[in-house]
């Protein structure tokens, strides 16, 4: 049975230790020793070599009793920031920080909520399947830990992943692509008062740019925001150059290749009506995520919350998760919620009520998974 005391001492422990982005090692040794007390064999591999990370994946393994195909669970160990110094409070059944700190919920309840549902199973003698537990790390800077994630060491091909908030009845099933575009923009300095009709302003090539692109809300499935500006060197000096990095994301393909090339087009129009030089870089960040509604694992993940009394339903997200990269990987896999609300800020925080349903969700969707 889960134990909500226990659910809440193995978050708690693991809050306490800093896990930012490409710095997970710590959190990662104490995840390791709770697994490998629970029977697990646990190995990494070299994803953190290959972004500058000091861990790679953690790997854990477990053969079952139950036969079956094996099944995999994950959660991403890295957290957004500030996590320093980390004073966490308990009142009316949340569990939140003092408002200096983020709590790191998100997504150290997923993993809290898979340590919890394995050991569980385990203590009840529940016959489990062959069970890959998949603890990834920098998820927060782009999904990095997933992207590089040695795909050829994992048997399971049917999974879960423990990274949602609420309502816990819901199942995420589909989350869109996601294109970087960076534009550098070179312009012509010269002095700002004394010969400013010799200059082109790469800054404001980039307003006009701007001012003129599709952006924000483009559609139900599609978005585009301009995140940063770097440029310009002083006020009396017509800006040479500019950067502008943008993002745009869409759960359709032909929308996201429209909105791209619309932006694309925007700075390279822009940058020739004033005489000005662009260069524009696009990225693909990862592929959108569309699980198989009638497949196992939504199956499965709805079972589990009817068990408990929930009717579950399907939804979408606007932000890229780790099931992106799991699914192009031919990893399928859905993702269920463990209750964490307000996240990536310092109004993080979660109910101990809801982490516990999400712990019992894991918990019955292990004991269903066999043969
Ligand atoms: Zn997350």
Redesign the pocket.
Known sequence: MVQQQRLTETFLALVHINSPSKREADAMAWAQARLEGLGFTVEYDDAGDKIGGNTGNLIARRKGEAGGPPIFLNA?IDTVQPTEGIVVVQEDGVIRTDGTTILGA??KA?VACILEAVASAIEDGAPLPDLEVILTIA??IGLLGSKHLDASRITARSGWVV?SGQPLNSITVNSPSQDKIVASITGKAAHAGARPEEGVSAIMVAARAIAAMPHGRIDEETTANVGTIHGGQATNIVAPSCEVVSEARSRSEAKLQRQTKAMVETFQSAAQSMGARVTVEVERQYNAFQADTDGREVRLAGEAMRDLGMEPICSSTGGG?DANNFAAKGMPCCVIGCGYRN?HSVEENIPVEDFTTGARIVDAILRKAKG
């Open positions: 991403h998100d997504d997923g998820e927060e990274d998760m996240i």
